[in-house]
């Protein structure tokens, strides 16, 4: 049985302890120089609640990651004590930066992180070091000088939780891992939020037995920005179809294909790192890149079907998506999009759907 902290309570508990926190946008950032200035990155992707006031600050189709991170800004948590991050992820993201910087105004500073897009060479990865150097010279400005020490040792505890999620994560497309989906999301998500040192210990808390477990549940893989809502999930359980592949930017997507060598050069090891991370919709890379990385996935965990969970409005995802889809159906794999808009429910056309795709995986077990 995992016991994991309450997102809300634990971040409380680190504001009243003293610790400094960082409010962080999706998705990829070098969370390992955070750590080394003694800073909890606590990311922000889903807040729930009603939306009351960010609808007036954005147009009708922006996305409810948007939305939902600009209400939970305009409410000034008090939990947010060291400043914003704004990863550069899309423009909607960028956008929101703005305005938050030049026209709400926050009483903590704002930050940005424009990650390289497109093909990447030699040029690419220069840029990368280069923009590792910038963040760390403007945190020092308001945390004073980096310790090299540190951030050494923030680089090896990354590592340890890279090289832990990558087994975990081959575990479970291997019926190694004795987790529902739900438990199996809740885990990766702890990861936006907890203490590096407390996300070891819960990852390194699971065990993953030597021989497959018996599993005859059909098999799925979720591709998309974040996983399904955890009451989507369970209705997932209930049906016994599990997810046991994920391409997800809040899940797989953030984990180096490989196990990386421990870092040496902490610099170094960031920007190789990030160049080993999956193709993402993000980072308008190559289609026929990742679609054959789509492919090999499904293979790895013999997934039967593919669900595409997508944010409403998420331009990258959607720009990505017809093409993913056309390729997936021409070699035989069944695809169920769905849209989200990160609320909880699910209404009696989503749970139709759902039950018709499984019917139809179960019906290709049998024949
Ligand atoms: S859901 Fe899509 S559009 Fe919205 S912030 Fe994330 S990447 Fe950007």
Redesign the pocket.
């Known amino acids: 049985m995992m016991n994991i902290p309450n997102r809300k309570e634990y971040l409380q508990q680190q504001s009243q302890s003293g610790q400094q926190i960082m409010g962080v946008?999706?998705?990829l950032y070098p969370r390992e120089m955070l750590w080394a200035f003694d800073i909890l990155p606590a990311e922000i992707w889903d807040p729930p609640g009603d939306i009351l006031h960010a609808n007036a600050h954005l147009q009708a189709t922006?996305?409810?990651?948007?939305k939902r991170?600009l209400e939970f800004i305009l409410k000034e948590p008090d939990i947010i004590n060291a400043g914003y991050l704004f990863p550069h992820?899309?423009?909607?993201?960028q956008n929101l930066a703005t305005q938050v910087k030049d026209l709400i105004g926050v009483p903590v500073p704002v930050y940005s992180f424009y990650n390289p897009k497109g093909e990447f060479n030699r040029t690419t990865r220069q840029y990368y070091t280069d923009i590792l150097g910038d963040f760390q010279t403007i945190l020092e400005q308001q945390h004073g000088s980096l310790d090299r020490k540190k951030l050494s040792t923030a680089c090896k505890l990354g590592h340890k939780i890279d090289s832990r999620r990558l087994e975990l994560q081959n575990a479970r497309m291997t019926d190694r891992l004795p987790l529902s989906n739900s438990e199996y999301f809740q885990l990766i998500r702890a990861g936006e939020y907890l203490q590096p040192e407390d996300y070891l210990k819960l990852l390194d808390a699971i065990s993953i037995p030597d021989e497959p477990i018996p599993n005859d549940k059909a098999r799925i893989m979720v591709s998309g920005?974040?996983p399904p809502h955890p009451d989507m999930l369970e209705y997932f359980d209930d049906l016994h179809l599990s997810l046991v592949a994920d391409d997800l930017?809040a899940g797989s997507r953030r984990i180096p294909r490989i196990k990386l060598d421990p870092p040496q050069d902490p610099m170094e090891y960031l920007t190789e790192r990030f160049f080993l991370l999956p193709p993402c919709?993000?980072k308008a890379g190559s289609l026929d890149e990742r679609f054959r990385y789509l492919n090999k996935r499904i293979g790895n965990s013999q997934a039967q079907g593919v669900l595409f969970n997508i944010?409403k409005?998420?331009?990258?995802?959607l720009f990505d998506h017809h093409l993913m889809v056309k390729a997936l159906k021409d070699t035989g794999i069944p695809v169920l999009s769905m849209d989200t808009e990160l609320q909880g429910g699910l209404s009696g056309q989503d749970k139709t759907r759902i039950e018709a795709l499984g019917e139809l995986l179960r019906d290709r077990m049998v024949s």
């Open positions: 946008l999706p998705a922006i996305c409810p990651v948007v991170s992820t899309c423009d909607s993201l920005i974040l930017l919709s993000t944010v409005f998420c331009e990258p995802e």
